[in-house]
């Protein structure tokens, strides 16, 4: 018997459990993927003449096994060990209605390949809900977070500069990583040419000046490699396994299992509340069942929503905590796809190392003003002097001069991608399939999530004001693409099992606690009741922590 | 991981490795020759003598030695090889080879000869031609010259020798002075 279990060792599970440990709880996580070794398990030792097939993974592979995950970004030979075969871990969608659902199973999850852009919602993004109409309203606001994501920068550290922006509140921060000279110009001719636009460095999870607290779990300063997502054995940007794993196991507290693929959570039907939770052992197949005080469920907002469905029972034939029936429902991702590249002139410089971080313009739109559409979007993009591969392509040639011309660095390239605000519509869902199951006999998921009217203009309009920003500095457009990537590819889901003042309309109460059953707590991304435009793994964290906090005083006192 | 045995491929192109450009009777002497199985992979080369005579002129009429190693130096044609066989879908490998028949048959039609056969001279003005004809209009012939050049920039010499690397580059400098002798970064990401 555990004081607490946490379904989940990824961003949110592994700030749950540390919090947990160090307010003394004993406390279990449980890991549906392999063990993976902070450091042993990386591939950031790999140069450039080591990468599997110059890192392409081979075709028929990606076509058989990662025909979902192969859309991301940062899927390549030297990271496939990290996400899951799309083979193994089947889902359904329906038909014109692609979902990405974009992956990794084993210690750390997400945590190990994330972006590691880092911002706070604000008081606007929290009063979303109420000021529209769309969705339930928050039934916190930025007062309520503020201080847990103080506490979270401070201990992951996070990389950025105050700006004072009411719409992106600033935080705790360690140095900010300096623009290049191809930055600092653009960011002065958009901000004359539109003054209601913010030019900045972007926030990001890395530790340039590591303090004291981050030396004492080994972590270390950035070298600025970008090669994050192969893991980063000087743990200098937050992770599981760099950072929050560690936190918790020197309180004693922790225990880990690895391998156990979490099938339900159990409930005692005379008082209602959770007792523990059944495993299935994803290589034996075993079944097994761990008993808590206090269940966190951190598996991801789908497999947090998938969980509780399958924890159907007689007195819940619905599923768990389910009593609104808005589990599984209002999944919203952020609006992805229109981007916008061009060449520019600039300041005859260069840069030095590869910074892993780049610019961010935070929202603009629908902050005083009505711009005629709800919300809005954010940019994340860089000005960088083109590599040798984009220089190699950039038109013909052939020889020497080819050569010649790889040699040198290329022009300034300068790029912006929009991420926008998803409104929440109950009817974008994930449901248990009647009938199939997975190799572990857990029902698959039909995930059917389609972008609305709101969320295809904001896209429409995302593109139009990059391509305005790069005209502003003069540059020449290259590559744009109004597309919108299918809803999954943002890799930010959200609001599975939302927050929410009113039981019968959602799922979790103020403090991520269940309405229904008073020691489940949910905090990964689930319980979020509106998207905002800003990367959200830092408010996962923060709830994560404030919840643990509310969770063990409760607790404490016996009401739980 | 890209099966390079340098060594295999020398002996397979007949000790051609060295020379600054390759002399079209080498690769005349190189179809003549017999498959060399690459011991340390345990595969036969994917290409034909003839195709991979093609390819090796073709990664040394793209990336010729200078003042540095080209693309042959490094082992450009054995890693293209490796890449067709362990990387390359079905179809992709088709319109790869396809590609490369392509740029033969133009030389056949023009001047007469395979590729590999050309001389120096005569094949880098041919490719230069063919280059511009071909590099916007000609999707499959832009990824195959693609692969070639990145191969190139991907090995040590081309990260390191050609231009410069730093696994582990420490510090963030944001603005360092660019000068007619400054080199571009090498690196996975090349954008």
Not at chain 2, 80 to 96: I, P, V
Not at chain 2, 97 to 106: F, Q, Y
Request: glycine content about 10%; some cysteine; charged content about 20%.
């Amino acid at each position: 018997m555990f004081d607490a279990i946490v379904i989940g060792s990824g961003m949110s599970g592994g700030i749950a459990a540390k919090e947990l440990c160090e307010r003394g709880l004993k406390t279990l996580i449980i890991e549906r993927g392999r063990k993976l070794e902070h450091g042993a398990d990386y591939t950031d030792w790999m140069q450039p003449w080591d990468l599997p097939n110059g890192g392409g993974i081979p075709e028929e592979v990606l076509e058989k096994d990662y025909p979902v995950q192969r859309q991301c970004y940062a899927v390549n030979s030297a990271t496939q060990k990290f996400w899951v075969k799309d083979s193994q871990h089947p889902y359904e969608t329906p038909e014109n209605k692609p979902f990405s659902w974009i992956r990794g199973y084993h210690l750390g999850g997400r945590s190990i390949m994330w972006g590691r852009q880092t911002y706070r919602l604000s008081e606007m993004d929290l009063a979303a809900n109420a000021r529209d109409g769309h969705g339930t309203d928050w039934p916190i606001r930025y007062a309520d977070l503020s201080p847990w994501y103080d506490k979270v920068e401070t201990f992951i550290g996070v990389s950025g500069a105050n700006e004072g922006l009411p719409q992106l509140p600033d935080g705790q921060f360690l140095p900010a990583m300096p623009m290049t000279d191809g930055e600092k110009l653009f960011k002065g001719a958009v901000e004359k040419k539109f003054p209601d636009r913010k030019v900045i460095q972007g926030r990001c999870a890395h530790l340039t000046e590591p303090q004291p607290h981050h030396l004492e779990l080994g972590r270390g300063t950035c070298q600025n490699r970008s090669l994050c997502e192969r893991g980063c054995s000087y743990g200098a940007y937050h992770s599981s396994l760099s950072s929050s794993l560690p936190a918790a196991e020197r309180t004693g507290n922790l225990t880990i299992v690895t391998d156990a693929i979490a099938h339900s959570i159990i409930t005692d039907p005379k008082t209602g509340k959770a007792t523990g939770v059944r495993i299935i052992d994803q290589h034996s197949k075993e079944v097994r069942t761990y008993e808590a005080k206090l269940i966190f469920l951190c598996a991801s907002t789908i497999g947090s929503a998938q969980v509780l469905l399958n924890s159907r029972s007689d007195a819940n034939p619905r599923g768990l905590a389910n009593s609104s029936d808005q589990v599984g429902r209002n999944l919203m991702d952020h609006i992805y796809g229109p981007s916008v590249t061009g060449t520019m002139s600039g300041p005859n410089t260069f840069h030095r190392g590869r910074r892993p971080n780049g610019l961010y313009i935070p929202r603009y739109r629908n902050l005083e003003k009505d711009d005629g559409y709800l919300r809005g979007y954010g940019f994340q993009g860089g000005v960088m002097r083109q590599g040798w591969r984009t220089v190699a392509n950039s038109g013909p040639g052939v020889g020497a001069e080819l050569k010649e011309r790889v040699r040198h660095p290329g022009e300034w390239s300068v790029r912006l991608a929009g991420f926008g605000e998803m409104l929440p519509n109950p009817e974008n869902r994930v449901t248990l399939h009647a009938t199939k199951t997975d190799e572990w006999g857990i029902p698959q998921l039909i995930i059917d999530c389609v972008h609305g009217e709101n969320d295809k203009e904001l896209g429409r309009r995302m593109l139009e004001d990059a391509k305005a920003m790069l005209n502003a500095v003069g540059a020449k457009i290259t590559h744009e693409t109004s597309k919108l990537h299918p809803p999954g590819l943002g890799i930010h889901e959200m609001g599975t099992a939302r927050m929410g003042r009113d039981p019968k309309t959602s799922v979790l109460n103020q403090y991520n606690q269940t309405h229904d059953v008073p020691n489940l707590f949910i905090t990964d991304g689930a319980a979020m009741a509106s998207s905002g435009c800003q990367n959200p793994s830092l408010t996962y964290m923060a709830m994560s922590a404030r919840a643990a906090y509310y969770a063990t005083e409760f607790l404490k006192a016996g009401t739980i | 991981m890209i099966a390079l045995d340098r060594r295999s491929m020398l002996e397979g192109i007949g000790g051609l490795i060295g020379l600054a450009a390759l002399p079209a009777d080498a690769f005349a002497a190189m179809l003549g020759k017999k498959t060399v199985v690459n011991k340390k992979a345990g595969h036969a080369p994917l290409l034909d003598k003839r195709t991979t005579a093609l390819v090796t002129a073709l990664a040394d009429t793209l990336i010729p030695r200078t003042d540095t190693p080209g693309a042959v130096q490094v082992g450009v044609p054995a890693k293209f090889d490796a890449l067709l066989r362990d990387w390359a879908n079905a179809s992709h490998r088709a319109a790869h080879i396809a590609a490369l028949a392509a740029i033969d048959s133009a030389a056949m039609g023009k001047l007469g000869k395979p590729f590999a056969l050309l001389s120096v001279a005569a094949r880098t003005t041919f490719l230069k031609a063919y280059d511009a004809e071909h590099f916007a209009s000609n999707a499959d012939y832009a990824k195959l010259k693609d692969l070639l050049v990145s191969l190139y920039y991907f090995s040590e010499p081309g990260a390191t020798v050609e231009l410069r690397y730093e696994h582990s580059p420490g510090a963030w400098e944001a603005s360092i002075p660019l000068t007619p002798a400054t080199r571009a970064w090498a690196g996975a990401n090349g954008s």
